[in-house]
């Protein structure tokens, strides 16, 4: 029996569902300071948002789109090579 877990945005309420996907949420804590092994010296708030409100507020760039790669051209097969010259020697009759 697969277990199914649950995640919640704190900002916007947004929900997953789902036993494969992993944790789509990032901790975000508001502190006055750190010590010495980064751990927050006084707590304001934490809480977990999802990379879209983290892109709306500013904390987080946008991911960058994937480059559309150029496609290679398509090599014309030997007939069609052919047909192109014939058309062409009958258009120019």
Avoid: F
């Avoid at 946008?62 to 051209?73: D, F, G, I, Q, V």
């Avoid at 030997?78 to 258009?91: G, H, T």
């Amino acid at each position: 029996m697969s277990e199914e877990t649950i995640w919640t945005c704190d900002r916007c309420k947004r929900t997953w569902r789902s036993s494969r996907v992993k944790n789509p949420l990032q901790r975000i804590v508001i502190s006055s300071g750190y010590n010495h092994n980064y751990s927050p010296v006084h707590k304001y708030w934490q809480g977990d948002w999802c990379q879209e409100c983290l892109v709306e507020t500013g904390v987080r760039k946008p991911e960058p789109l994937p480059e559309a790669t150029p496609s290679e051209p398509t090599r014309l097969s030997l007939e069609e090579i052919v047909r192109e010259i014939v058309q062409e020697e009958m258009d120019n009759r």
